[in-house]
T-cell receptor, first 110, second 115 residues
Framework: SQQGEEDPQALSIQEGENATMNCSYK?????LQWYRQNSGRGLVHLIL?????REKHSGRLRVTLDTSKKSSSLLITASRAADTASYFC??????????FGQGTRLTINP | NAGVTQTPKFQVLKTGQSMTLQCAQD?????MSWYRQDPGMGLRLIHY???????DQGEVPNGYNVSRSTTEDFPLRLLSAAPSQTSVYFC??????????????FGSGTRLTVV
């Protein structure tokens, strides 16, 4: 399968803690993206990191990319209850096609 | 600015019936695609289009047809519905400019049940 693999499949933490999710892939990529999906809703684009970038920040989000290990991580700092959602990595191998991972279900406990 | 609009939101079909899932975007995005989401399977690409008049198959195209006559619309047709096509279907679009890839904008999904 060309799908990315995400780890862990589920993560439960206390509000205020940091959450880290990891994504691995098998082929060379043009860019890697992270998306959030609230229950029953569509996916929302969070951040895009290109293959020649190593780290990117957006608010409380920090994404790293290690192309030598074919892996990426998403860090959410100071988590909030509203961060409860599923998070998906997706990578582009060419043109615009995105291949998605199976997602990490994040639960923030108050 | 409506973004990506999918209709209907819910649909129940009988095995063998056909139907069209509608997708429209008002952002002048060249790239549009259809995914299906099943529990434990993530999102799998069905068909995609890089512009009006151009479509191609994704990972799971069997049983589905698409066409792209305008930039705005990208309907997905189920030819003869089967229970295996029970899923949540998402349409997404993206801007392409000078070879640069941008993030996708997703619709809110169509939940399809085939009985």
């Amino acid at each position: 399968s060309q799908q990315g693999e995400e780890d862990p499949q589920a993560l439960s933490i206390q509000e205020g803690e940091n959450a880290t999710m990891n994504c691995s892939y098998k082929t060379s990529i043009n860019n890697l993206q992270w998306y959030r999906q609230n229950s029953g809703r569509g996916l929302v684009h969070l951040i895009l990191i290109r293959s020649n970038e190593r780290e990117k920040h957006s608010g409380r989000l920090r994404v790293t990319l290690d192309t030598s290990k074919k892996s990426s991580s998403l860090l959410i700092t100071a988590s909030r209850a509203a961060d409860t959602a599923s998070y998906f990595c997706a990578f582009s191998q060419g043109a615009q096609k995105l291949v998605f991972g199976q997602g990490t279900r994040l639960t923030i406990n108050p | 600015n409506a973004g990506v609009t999918q209709t209907p939101k819910f649909q129940v079909l009988k095995t063998g019936q056909s139907m069209t899932l509608q997708c429209a975007q008002d952002m002048n995005h060249e790239y549009m695609s259809w995914y299906r989401q099943d529990p434990g399977m993530g999102l799998r690409l069905i068909h995609y289009s890089v512009g009006a008049g151009i479509t191609d198959q994704g990972e799971v195209p069997n049983g589905y047809n698409v066409s792209r006559s305008t930039t705005e619309d990208f309907p997905l047709r189920l030819l003869s519905a089967a229970p295996s096509q029970t899923s949540v279907y998402f349409c997404a679009s993206s801007l392409t400019r000078g070879g640069t890839t941008y993030g996708y904008t997703f619709g809110s999904g169509t939940r399809l049940t085939v009985v």
